[in-house]
C-alpha cells in the first residue's frame, strides 16, 4: 500500500485523531483546505444535534512545514466540543441492543459489559476522520488535475430522476441535499421533514464520478491488486453502506454482451474514444481513461426515535431499544465521506503507479504516461512458451 490512513478516537471521547502516511513532499496544505471538506459533512439537513454542537476542524500536528507536506506522515487532531459534557460524570448503562447496530456483535466479540464502549467507536463520528484524511487525497490529486464529486440519487422510496449525470452533479453543488434537480430536492425535503415526524430514518443511493485518471491505475495481476475491489472496499468499510456498482451494472445484466459493452472507436481526429461507459470507467480492474462512476447503497440507519423490539441484556428480558441522538437521514452528509474514500484509494493506486518522494518528481511520470492512442503492437505470431 503506498498511501496509508489510520483513525483513533471515540464519538465523545477527547478527539479525534487522523494519521495519513505516504503523502509525497511539496504538495501545498493547509487547516483551512481540509475545513472545506469538514465543513461539507456537517450539512444540517436531514442531520441530527450533533451538528449544533460539533462544529469540526482538524489542528495539523505534523507532517506539514511552511505549508507544504514533508514527504512525512501528516497528524491531525479534530477536538470533540461536546466533550466536556461527558468528560468525568457518570453515564447510565447502555444495556438494550439496537437491531442494525454494532451493539450485540461487538460485546460478544470484544466481551464488553456496556454497550457504549461498541457504540462509542463504531459512531459514524468516526467518519470526520476520514473526510479529513480524504482532504489530503483531494489536494494531491487535484495537483494531477483528478476530479472526485457526488449526488444524492435518491432517497427512500424516490425513484431516481432521468436528468443527465453531468447536469446532476452541476445541481447537487450548490443543493443543501446534493440533490440532482430542483424536483428531487423538494420531494427530499418532504420525506425527510415526514420521516423526522415520524420518528424513523432514511438510506438512500449516492452516484460518485471520479474524473481526469490515466489508464493503468490498478491491476488483474493478483485479486487484491484489481482496482474496483479496492474501490469497492472502501465503500463497505463505511458506516450504513450495503451495495456498490460500478456504472449501473445490475441494471447492465438485463443486456445482452453485444449491447453492453463500450465500443472502441477512433474519432475525426485518429484519437482513441469510447462513445458510452457502461462499465463506469474499470475494465479488468485497471482504470481504462472514462470517469470511474460509482453507485452507492446506504441504508437506513438503526438508531431510531420509534423504538424496535430487542431485549435488555442487562435483565434478559424483552425491551424496546431506547433513542440515542442520531441523524434522520446521513444520505446528503454521506457523499463527502464516500468522495474521501474514493479519493484516498485513488491516490494510493495513483501513488502506486507513478511512484516518486515528491510532487516536482512526479509530475513529470504523471505527464510522461502512456494514453490508447500510444499502443503498438505486432502482427507477427509468437512462440510464447518453447520447448
Known sequence: MALRFLSAGESHGPCLTVIVEGVPAGLPLTEEMIAQDLARRQLKAGAGGRMVIETDHADILAGVMDGKTTGAPIALRITNRDHESWENKAIPAYTTARPGHADLAACVKYGYNDI????????????????????????????????????VSSIGDIPETETPLEEALVFAACSPLRAPNEAAEVAYTEIIRKAKKDGDTLGGILTLVAKGLPIGLGSYVTPERRLDARIGAAMFATNAIKGVEFAEA????TLPGSELHDPILRNESGHITRPTNRCGGLEAGITNGM????RVAMKPIPTTLKPQQSIDFATGESAATT??????????RACVVLESALLLTLADALI??????SIEEMKPRFDALPTADDISLSPESKIFWPK
Open 323 to 332: 433513542y440515542e441522538r442520531s441523524d434522520t437521514c446521513p444520505v446528503p
Open 250 to 253: 445490475f441494471k447492465n445484466t
Open 116 to 151: 457504549r464502549i461498541a457504540l462509542e467507536r463504531s459512531s459514524a463520528r468516526e467518519t470526520a476522520c476520514r473526510v479529513a484524511a480524504g482532504a489530503i487525497a483531494r489536494a494531491f490529486l487535484r495537483t494531477f488535475g483528478i476530479e472526485v464529486d457526488s449526488v
Open 291 to 294: 470517469p470511474i462512476v460509482v
Open 352 to 357: 502506486e503507479k507513478i511512484g516518486g518522494d
